[in-house]
């Protein structure tokens, strides 16, 4: 059963197309499904391979496939196999709680370039989790290792699909061609990398060629978030944050704003032009470890302080600090960025450690609730008010972040914002060439 179950999994997978697994979990009563059995239910609601009971349970879990498809969230459902009114059908006996977990294709980046930009950008969205395709005329694997695919061919070939991501970052050789196509294909992300000027000029060669005036709302130009961004690193997180957000359908106002305890923005400070400062992360968890390849990805002096951290979990270029059990030998400077990402194994002395340092930026990785019993509880230790409602708890922006990596960008994309004193709203609504309007059918399209 699980060699088959995973056979099948990987041509569901193959297809390219959503489907939900479904796991029994626990039973009660004389239900005839076992926990742990699983079953597969195709975007049709069709039960294409295995079992978990049978008529009794089958149609309510199909049913249920299809509304955690719609939700693309997991769910948990209970079958009542007592219940032949009001359960599901027929008094097979038990209760039944079953865990379904829609399962949606890898997200697609189609990449139009061959320059540094473009090779940062396969970086940051490989992280991502994104199938990661760069179309330029020159275009060589070796310069393109993260690439699933790199095809060397015109930009006016490039094959862009309604689910597709793109990215034009031809430094203005393919402009007109790669982004014709991309709008020709409705692709549901695009990006110009242009300024206003050039984007301009691209429009108008394309308006030319009876292009509808429509589309060009849909161009993202300037590309990416106003996060500052200096050099090919950090412009391509900015533009992978704004692919996460639009693709979740998030704002990207700060969470601290929207999931923590309100109040003002917080003023940004002055920006830093003495270098990028140094990134210091408490914890050793996933979300740690992907703020530090993506501290490292963006030349950041890095620095992990974690009793569990492990050499072979983080870039050889970070520095770990394992032995600081309670936190009171970490180095902190104002010009430090501090993320604190313990698990909640030591939140509180951790952010002490932070604010006695004065660092320019301290985030709390955490729930609302938990950051509220964080901040609470440093208050009645005596920490001054003004120092505490300056932490980013919970922190990073709101760009619908929630696997490990996804988390990581959210933070990392706040830290530059502050650092470089810029708003981290999108730049097309800041530095528009003109209208602006999203794109129908955007939603889902980063799962």
Known sequence: MNREFTEKLLEMTARKQPFAVATVISVRGSASAKP??????????RNVFGWVGGGCAETLVREEALVALEDRKTRIVTADLDDEV???????????????????????????????????????AQLLGFAVTVHAPQ????????????????????????????VVATQHEGDRE??????????GYIALVANRSNAQRVFDRLRKDGFPEELFARVHTPAGLDLGGRGPEEISLSIVAEMLAFGREADCRPLRESKGRGGAALPAPPAMD?????????????????????????????????PGALPEDFPSAARLV?????????????????????QHKGDHLSMKAALRGQARYIGLIASQKRSGLVLDYLAEEGARQDALDAVYAPAGLDLGGVTPAEIALSVMSQILALNHGASGESMRRIKSVGAVTEAAGCKGLFD
């Open 139 to 166: 275009a060589e694997r070796a310069d393109f290792p993260a690439a699933e695919q790199v095809l060397a061919a015109p930009y006016g070939e490039i094959e862009a699909t309604a689910d597709s991501f793109v």
């Open 274 to 306: 003495n270098g990028p400062g140094a990134l210091l992360i408490v914890g050793h968890g996933r979300i740690a470890e992907e703020l530090a390849r993506l501290g490292v990805l963006l030349g950041r002096q890095v620095t992990v302080n974690s």
């Open 322 to 342: 394992t032995g600081d059990l309670d936190f009171s030998a970490m180095q902190v400077t104002p010009e430090t960025s501090v993320v604190i990402a313990t």
């Open 36 to 45: 742990g059995a699983k079953a597969i239910i195709d975007g049709g609601g």
């Open 86 to 124: 009001l359960g599901v059908g027929m008094p097979c006996g038990g209760l039944m709680d079953v865990y379904i977990e829609p399962v949606f294709p890898q997200p697609r980046l189609i990449i139009a370039g061959q320059n540094k930009l473009a090779q940062n950008l396969v970086l940051h």
């Open 178 to 187: 790669a982004l014709g196509r991309a709008l020709t294909a409705e692709a």
